[in-house]
């Protein structure tokens, strides 16, 4: 009986995220065709201007939207749920045309010449909750995470993009993270483009411990063995996307990303006795993009 109360409400919260999923994209299909025409608003100069940056007066161009995927409960586990994803990225108006891979952290390339950017980076990570799932009984709480820090972008040449990005984590981890990825990108048909590339992430033991590691107290009121895990290469992986741009201001996508978790994370007991090493995440998703100007 248990087994289907568990399963009915797991149900019932992905009923609930697909509805408010669903009800987010219509609200952003609300938004009038014309706005991305023409320039949406016009922001004042700054105060201010940062040393060694180019000049943030001019057209920039936003991306927004919203995305639904299938993943992991939680880093090591072997079951999955669904969430809701936000997509935001700002660029210079004009630049090459922006794609955006489903791992990329929220980001504002505040430098954009040519074939590079570079700027700062977000990222946010869930909190993890020990009564939710079975298999943290006794591990405790991991509070949400908030991480910041940078990006760097590059195309060697026009259909691959090397991109990496380091951040500082706050609140549930305060360990540093880096992020590097290339993608190749191919058009398909006309509008109708797939890409596909490796993964491959670094973490500190300050981001890596308080996921993986258990601790005197832990062990006793979990039955795990203590465990102290240590940072270093966390996980490699492949992923691939097929985006298809609606038109200028509107792009579809789905895609799949794997990642097989490597070091101190792989040989948790949490992951090796009920978790899994192999992380599979489904998504898909809708963006919308409009200009607007910096005096």
Same mark, same amino acid.
């Given at each position: 009986m248990k087994h289907f109360d568990d399963a009915a409400l /797991?149900?019932?919260?992905?009923?609930?995220?697909? %509805?408010? #999923?669903?009800?987010?994209?219509? &609200?952003?299909?609300?938004?009038?065709?014309?706005?991305?025409?023409?320039?949406?608003?016009?922001?004042?100069?700054?105060?201010?201007?940062?040393?060694?940056?180019?000049?943030?007066?001019?057209?920039?161009?936003?991306?927004?939207?919203?995305?639904?995927?299938?993943?992991?409960?939680?880093?090591?586990?072997?079951?999955?749920?669904?969430?809701?994803?936000?997509?935001?990225?700002?660029?210079r108006a004009g630049s090459i045309d922006q794609f955006r891979g489903p791992r990329d952290s929220a980001s504002i390339a505040?430098?954009?010449?040519?074939?590079?950017?570079?700027?700062?980076?977000?990222?946010?990570?869930?909190? /993890?909750?020990?009564?939710?799932?079975?298999?943290? %009984?006794? #591990?405790?709480?991991?509070?949400? &995470?908030?991480?910041?820090?940078?990006?760097?972008?590059?195309?060697p040449v026009d259909w691959l993009r090397l991109r990496s990005e380091l951040r500082q984590g706050m609140g549930g981890h305060t360990g540093t993270v880096a992020d590097i990825s290339a993608d190749v990108i191919v058009p398909l048909i006309q509008r109708l483009t797939i890409s596909a590339g490796p993964r491959f992430t670094w973490k500190s033991t300050n981001a890596t411990a308080p996921y993986f590691g258990v601790d005197a107290a832990q062990a006793l009121a979990s039955g795990l063995p203590t465990y102290n895990a240590k940072g270093g290469a966390h996980s490699v992986g492949f992923g691939s996307q097929v985006s298809y741009r609606i038109n200028p201001q509107w792009e579809v996508h789905a895609y799949v990303e794997y990642e097989k978790l490597l070091g101190d994370a792989a040989d948790s007991p949490l992951v090796k006795l009920r978790g899994s090493s192999n992380q599979t995440t489904v998504g898909i998703g809708a963006s919308y993009s409009f200009d607007f100007r910096i005096r």
């Open positions: /797991r149900l019932t919260v992905n009923v609930r995220l697909t %509805t408010t #999923l669903l009800a987010a994209l219509g &609200a952003i299909m609300a938004i009038p065709q014309s706005a991305s025409a023409q320039t949406a608003f016009t922001l004042p100069a700054p105060p201010f201007e940062l040393p060694m940056l180019p000049s943030p007066s001019g057209n920039w161009t936003v991306m927004v939207g919203i995305g639904g995927e299938y993943t992991p409960d939680f880093v090591g586990s072997k079951n999955g749920k669904l969430m809701p994803i936000p997509i935001f990225s700002i660029r505040l430098l954009d010449v040519g074939n590079f950017r570079a700027g700062p980076a977000f990222k946010y990570v869930t909190s /993890r909750k020990a009564d939710k799932y079975a298999e943290l %009984t006794g #591990l405790g709480d991991v509070k949400a &995470a908030y991480e910041l820090g940078g990006f760097v972008e590059y195309y």
